[in-house]
């Protein structure tokens, strides 16, 4: 994402994590010496009230364990008519057994488009648009062979959205 985004002129970005580690691999990237990192307790962060026009959360909150406390800290962050993008997990093996979750990293949640409207409605958020993508889990794809990824990014276009198990979220601040 911090590519896509150096490519759009943006004032400045700001990148956080709540793993130095992760920083670390970020900051060793020379192409990213312009944004500035900081490690994070996402539910308080040291950043200012209505900091933000545009905050991005990328592969976060389907970790997350406490996605109303998550969107609290959203709402103050961002500016009013501000931006939220962000990413949901509709279904993945990694709920279906402690063992599929324990073997590849941890918990995760999933989320309903009810459970994104609850939560965008009970913060003072807007949905703006969501697409849903990838028929497999993300990480499924780097152990797959590109001619079989190839034939799956060409299902992907009539494959059903609800049956697909990412979803991109744009959300508006009110």
């Not at 985004?5 to 709540?18: H, N």
């Not at 962050?77 to 990413?87: P, R």
């Not at 079989?148 to 959300?171: F, M, R, V």
Request: one cysteine or more; hydrophobic letters at 40%; glycine letters at 2%.
């Amino acid at each position: 994402m911090l590519p896509t985004l150096k490519k759009l002129d943006f004032i400045s970005i700001y990148a956080a994590d709540y793993s130095s580690e992760m920083l670390l691999v970020c900051k060793s990237n020379s192409s990213f010496t312009s944004i500035k990192f900081s490690e994070e307790d996402i539910y308080n962060t040291s950043f200012n009230d209505q900091r933000f026009m545009v905050l991005l959360s990328s592969r976060f909150i389907f970790h997350c364990d406490d996605q109303e406390r998550l969107f609290t800290e959203f709402n103050r962050l961002i500016k009013a008519d501000g931006y939220l993008i962000f990413d949901t997990l509709r279904w993945s093996p990694r709920t279906w057994t402690s063992l599929f979750s324990s073997r590849l990293g941890g918990n995760i949640y999933t989320n309903s488009d009810i459970s994104i409207l609850t939560l965008a409605n009970n913060h003072g958020f807007t949905i703006v648009d969501s697409e849903s993508i990838l028929i497999l889990p993300s990480f499924i794809y780097k152990f797959l062979p590109k001619l079989l990824i190839t034939l799956l990014d060409k299902l992907e276009s009539i494959w059903p959205s609800n049956l697909k198990t990412k979803k991109i979220w744009i959300l508006k601040k009110k």
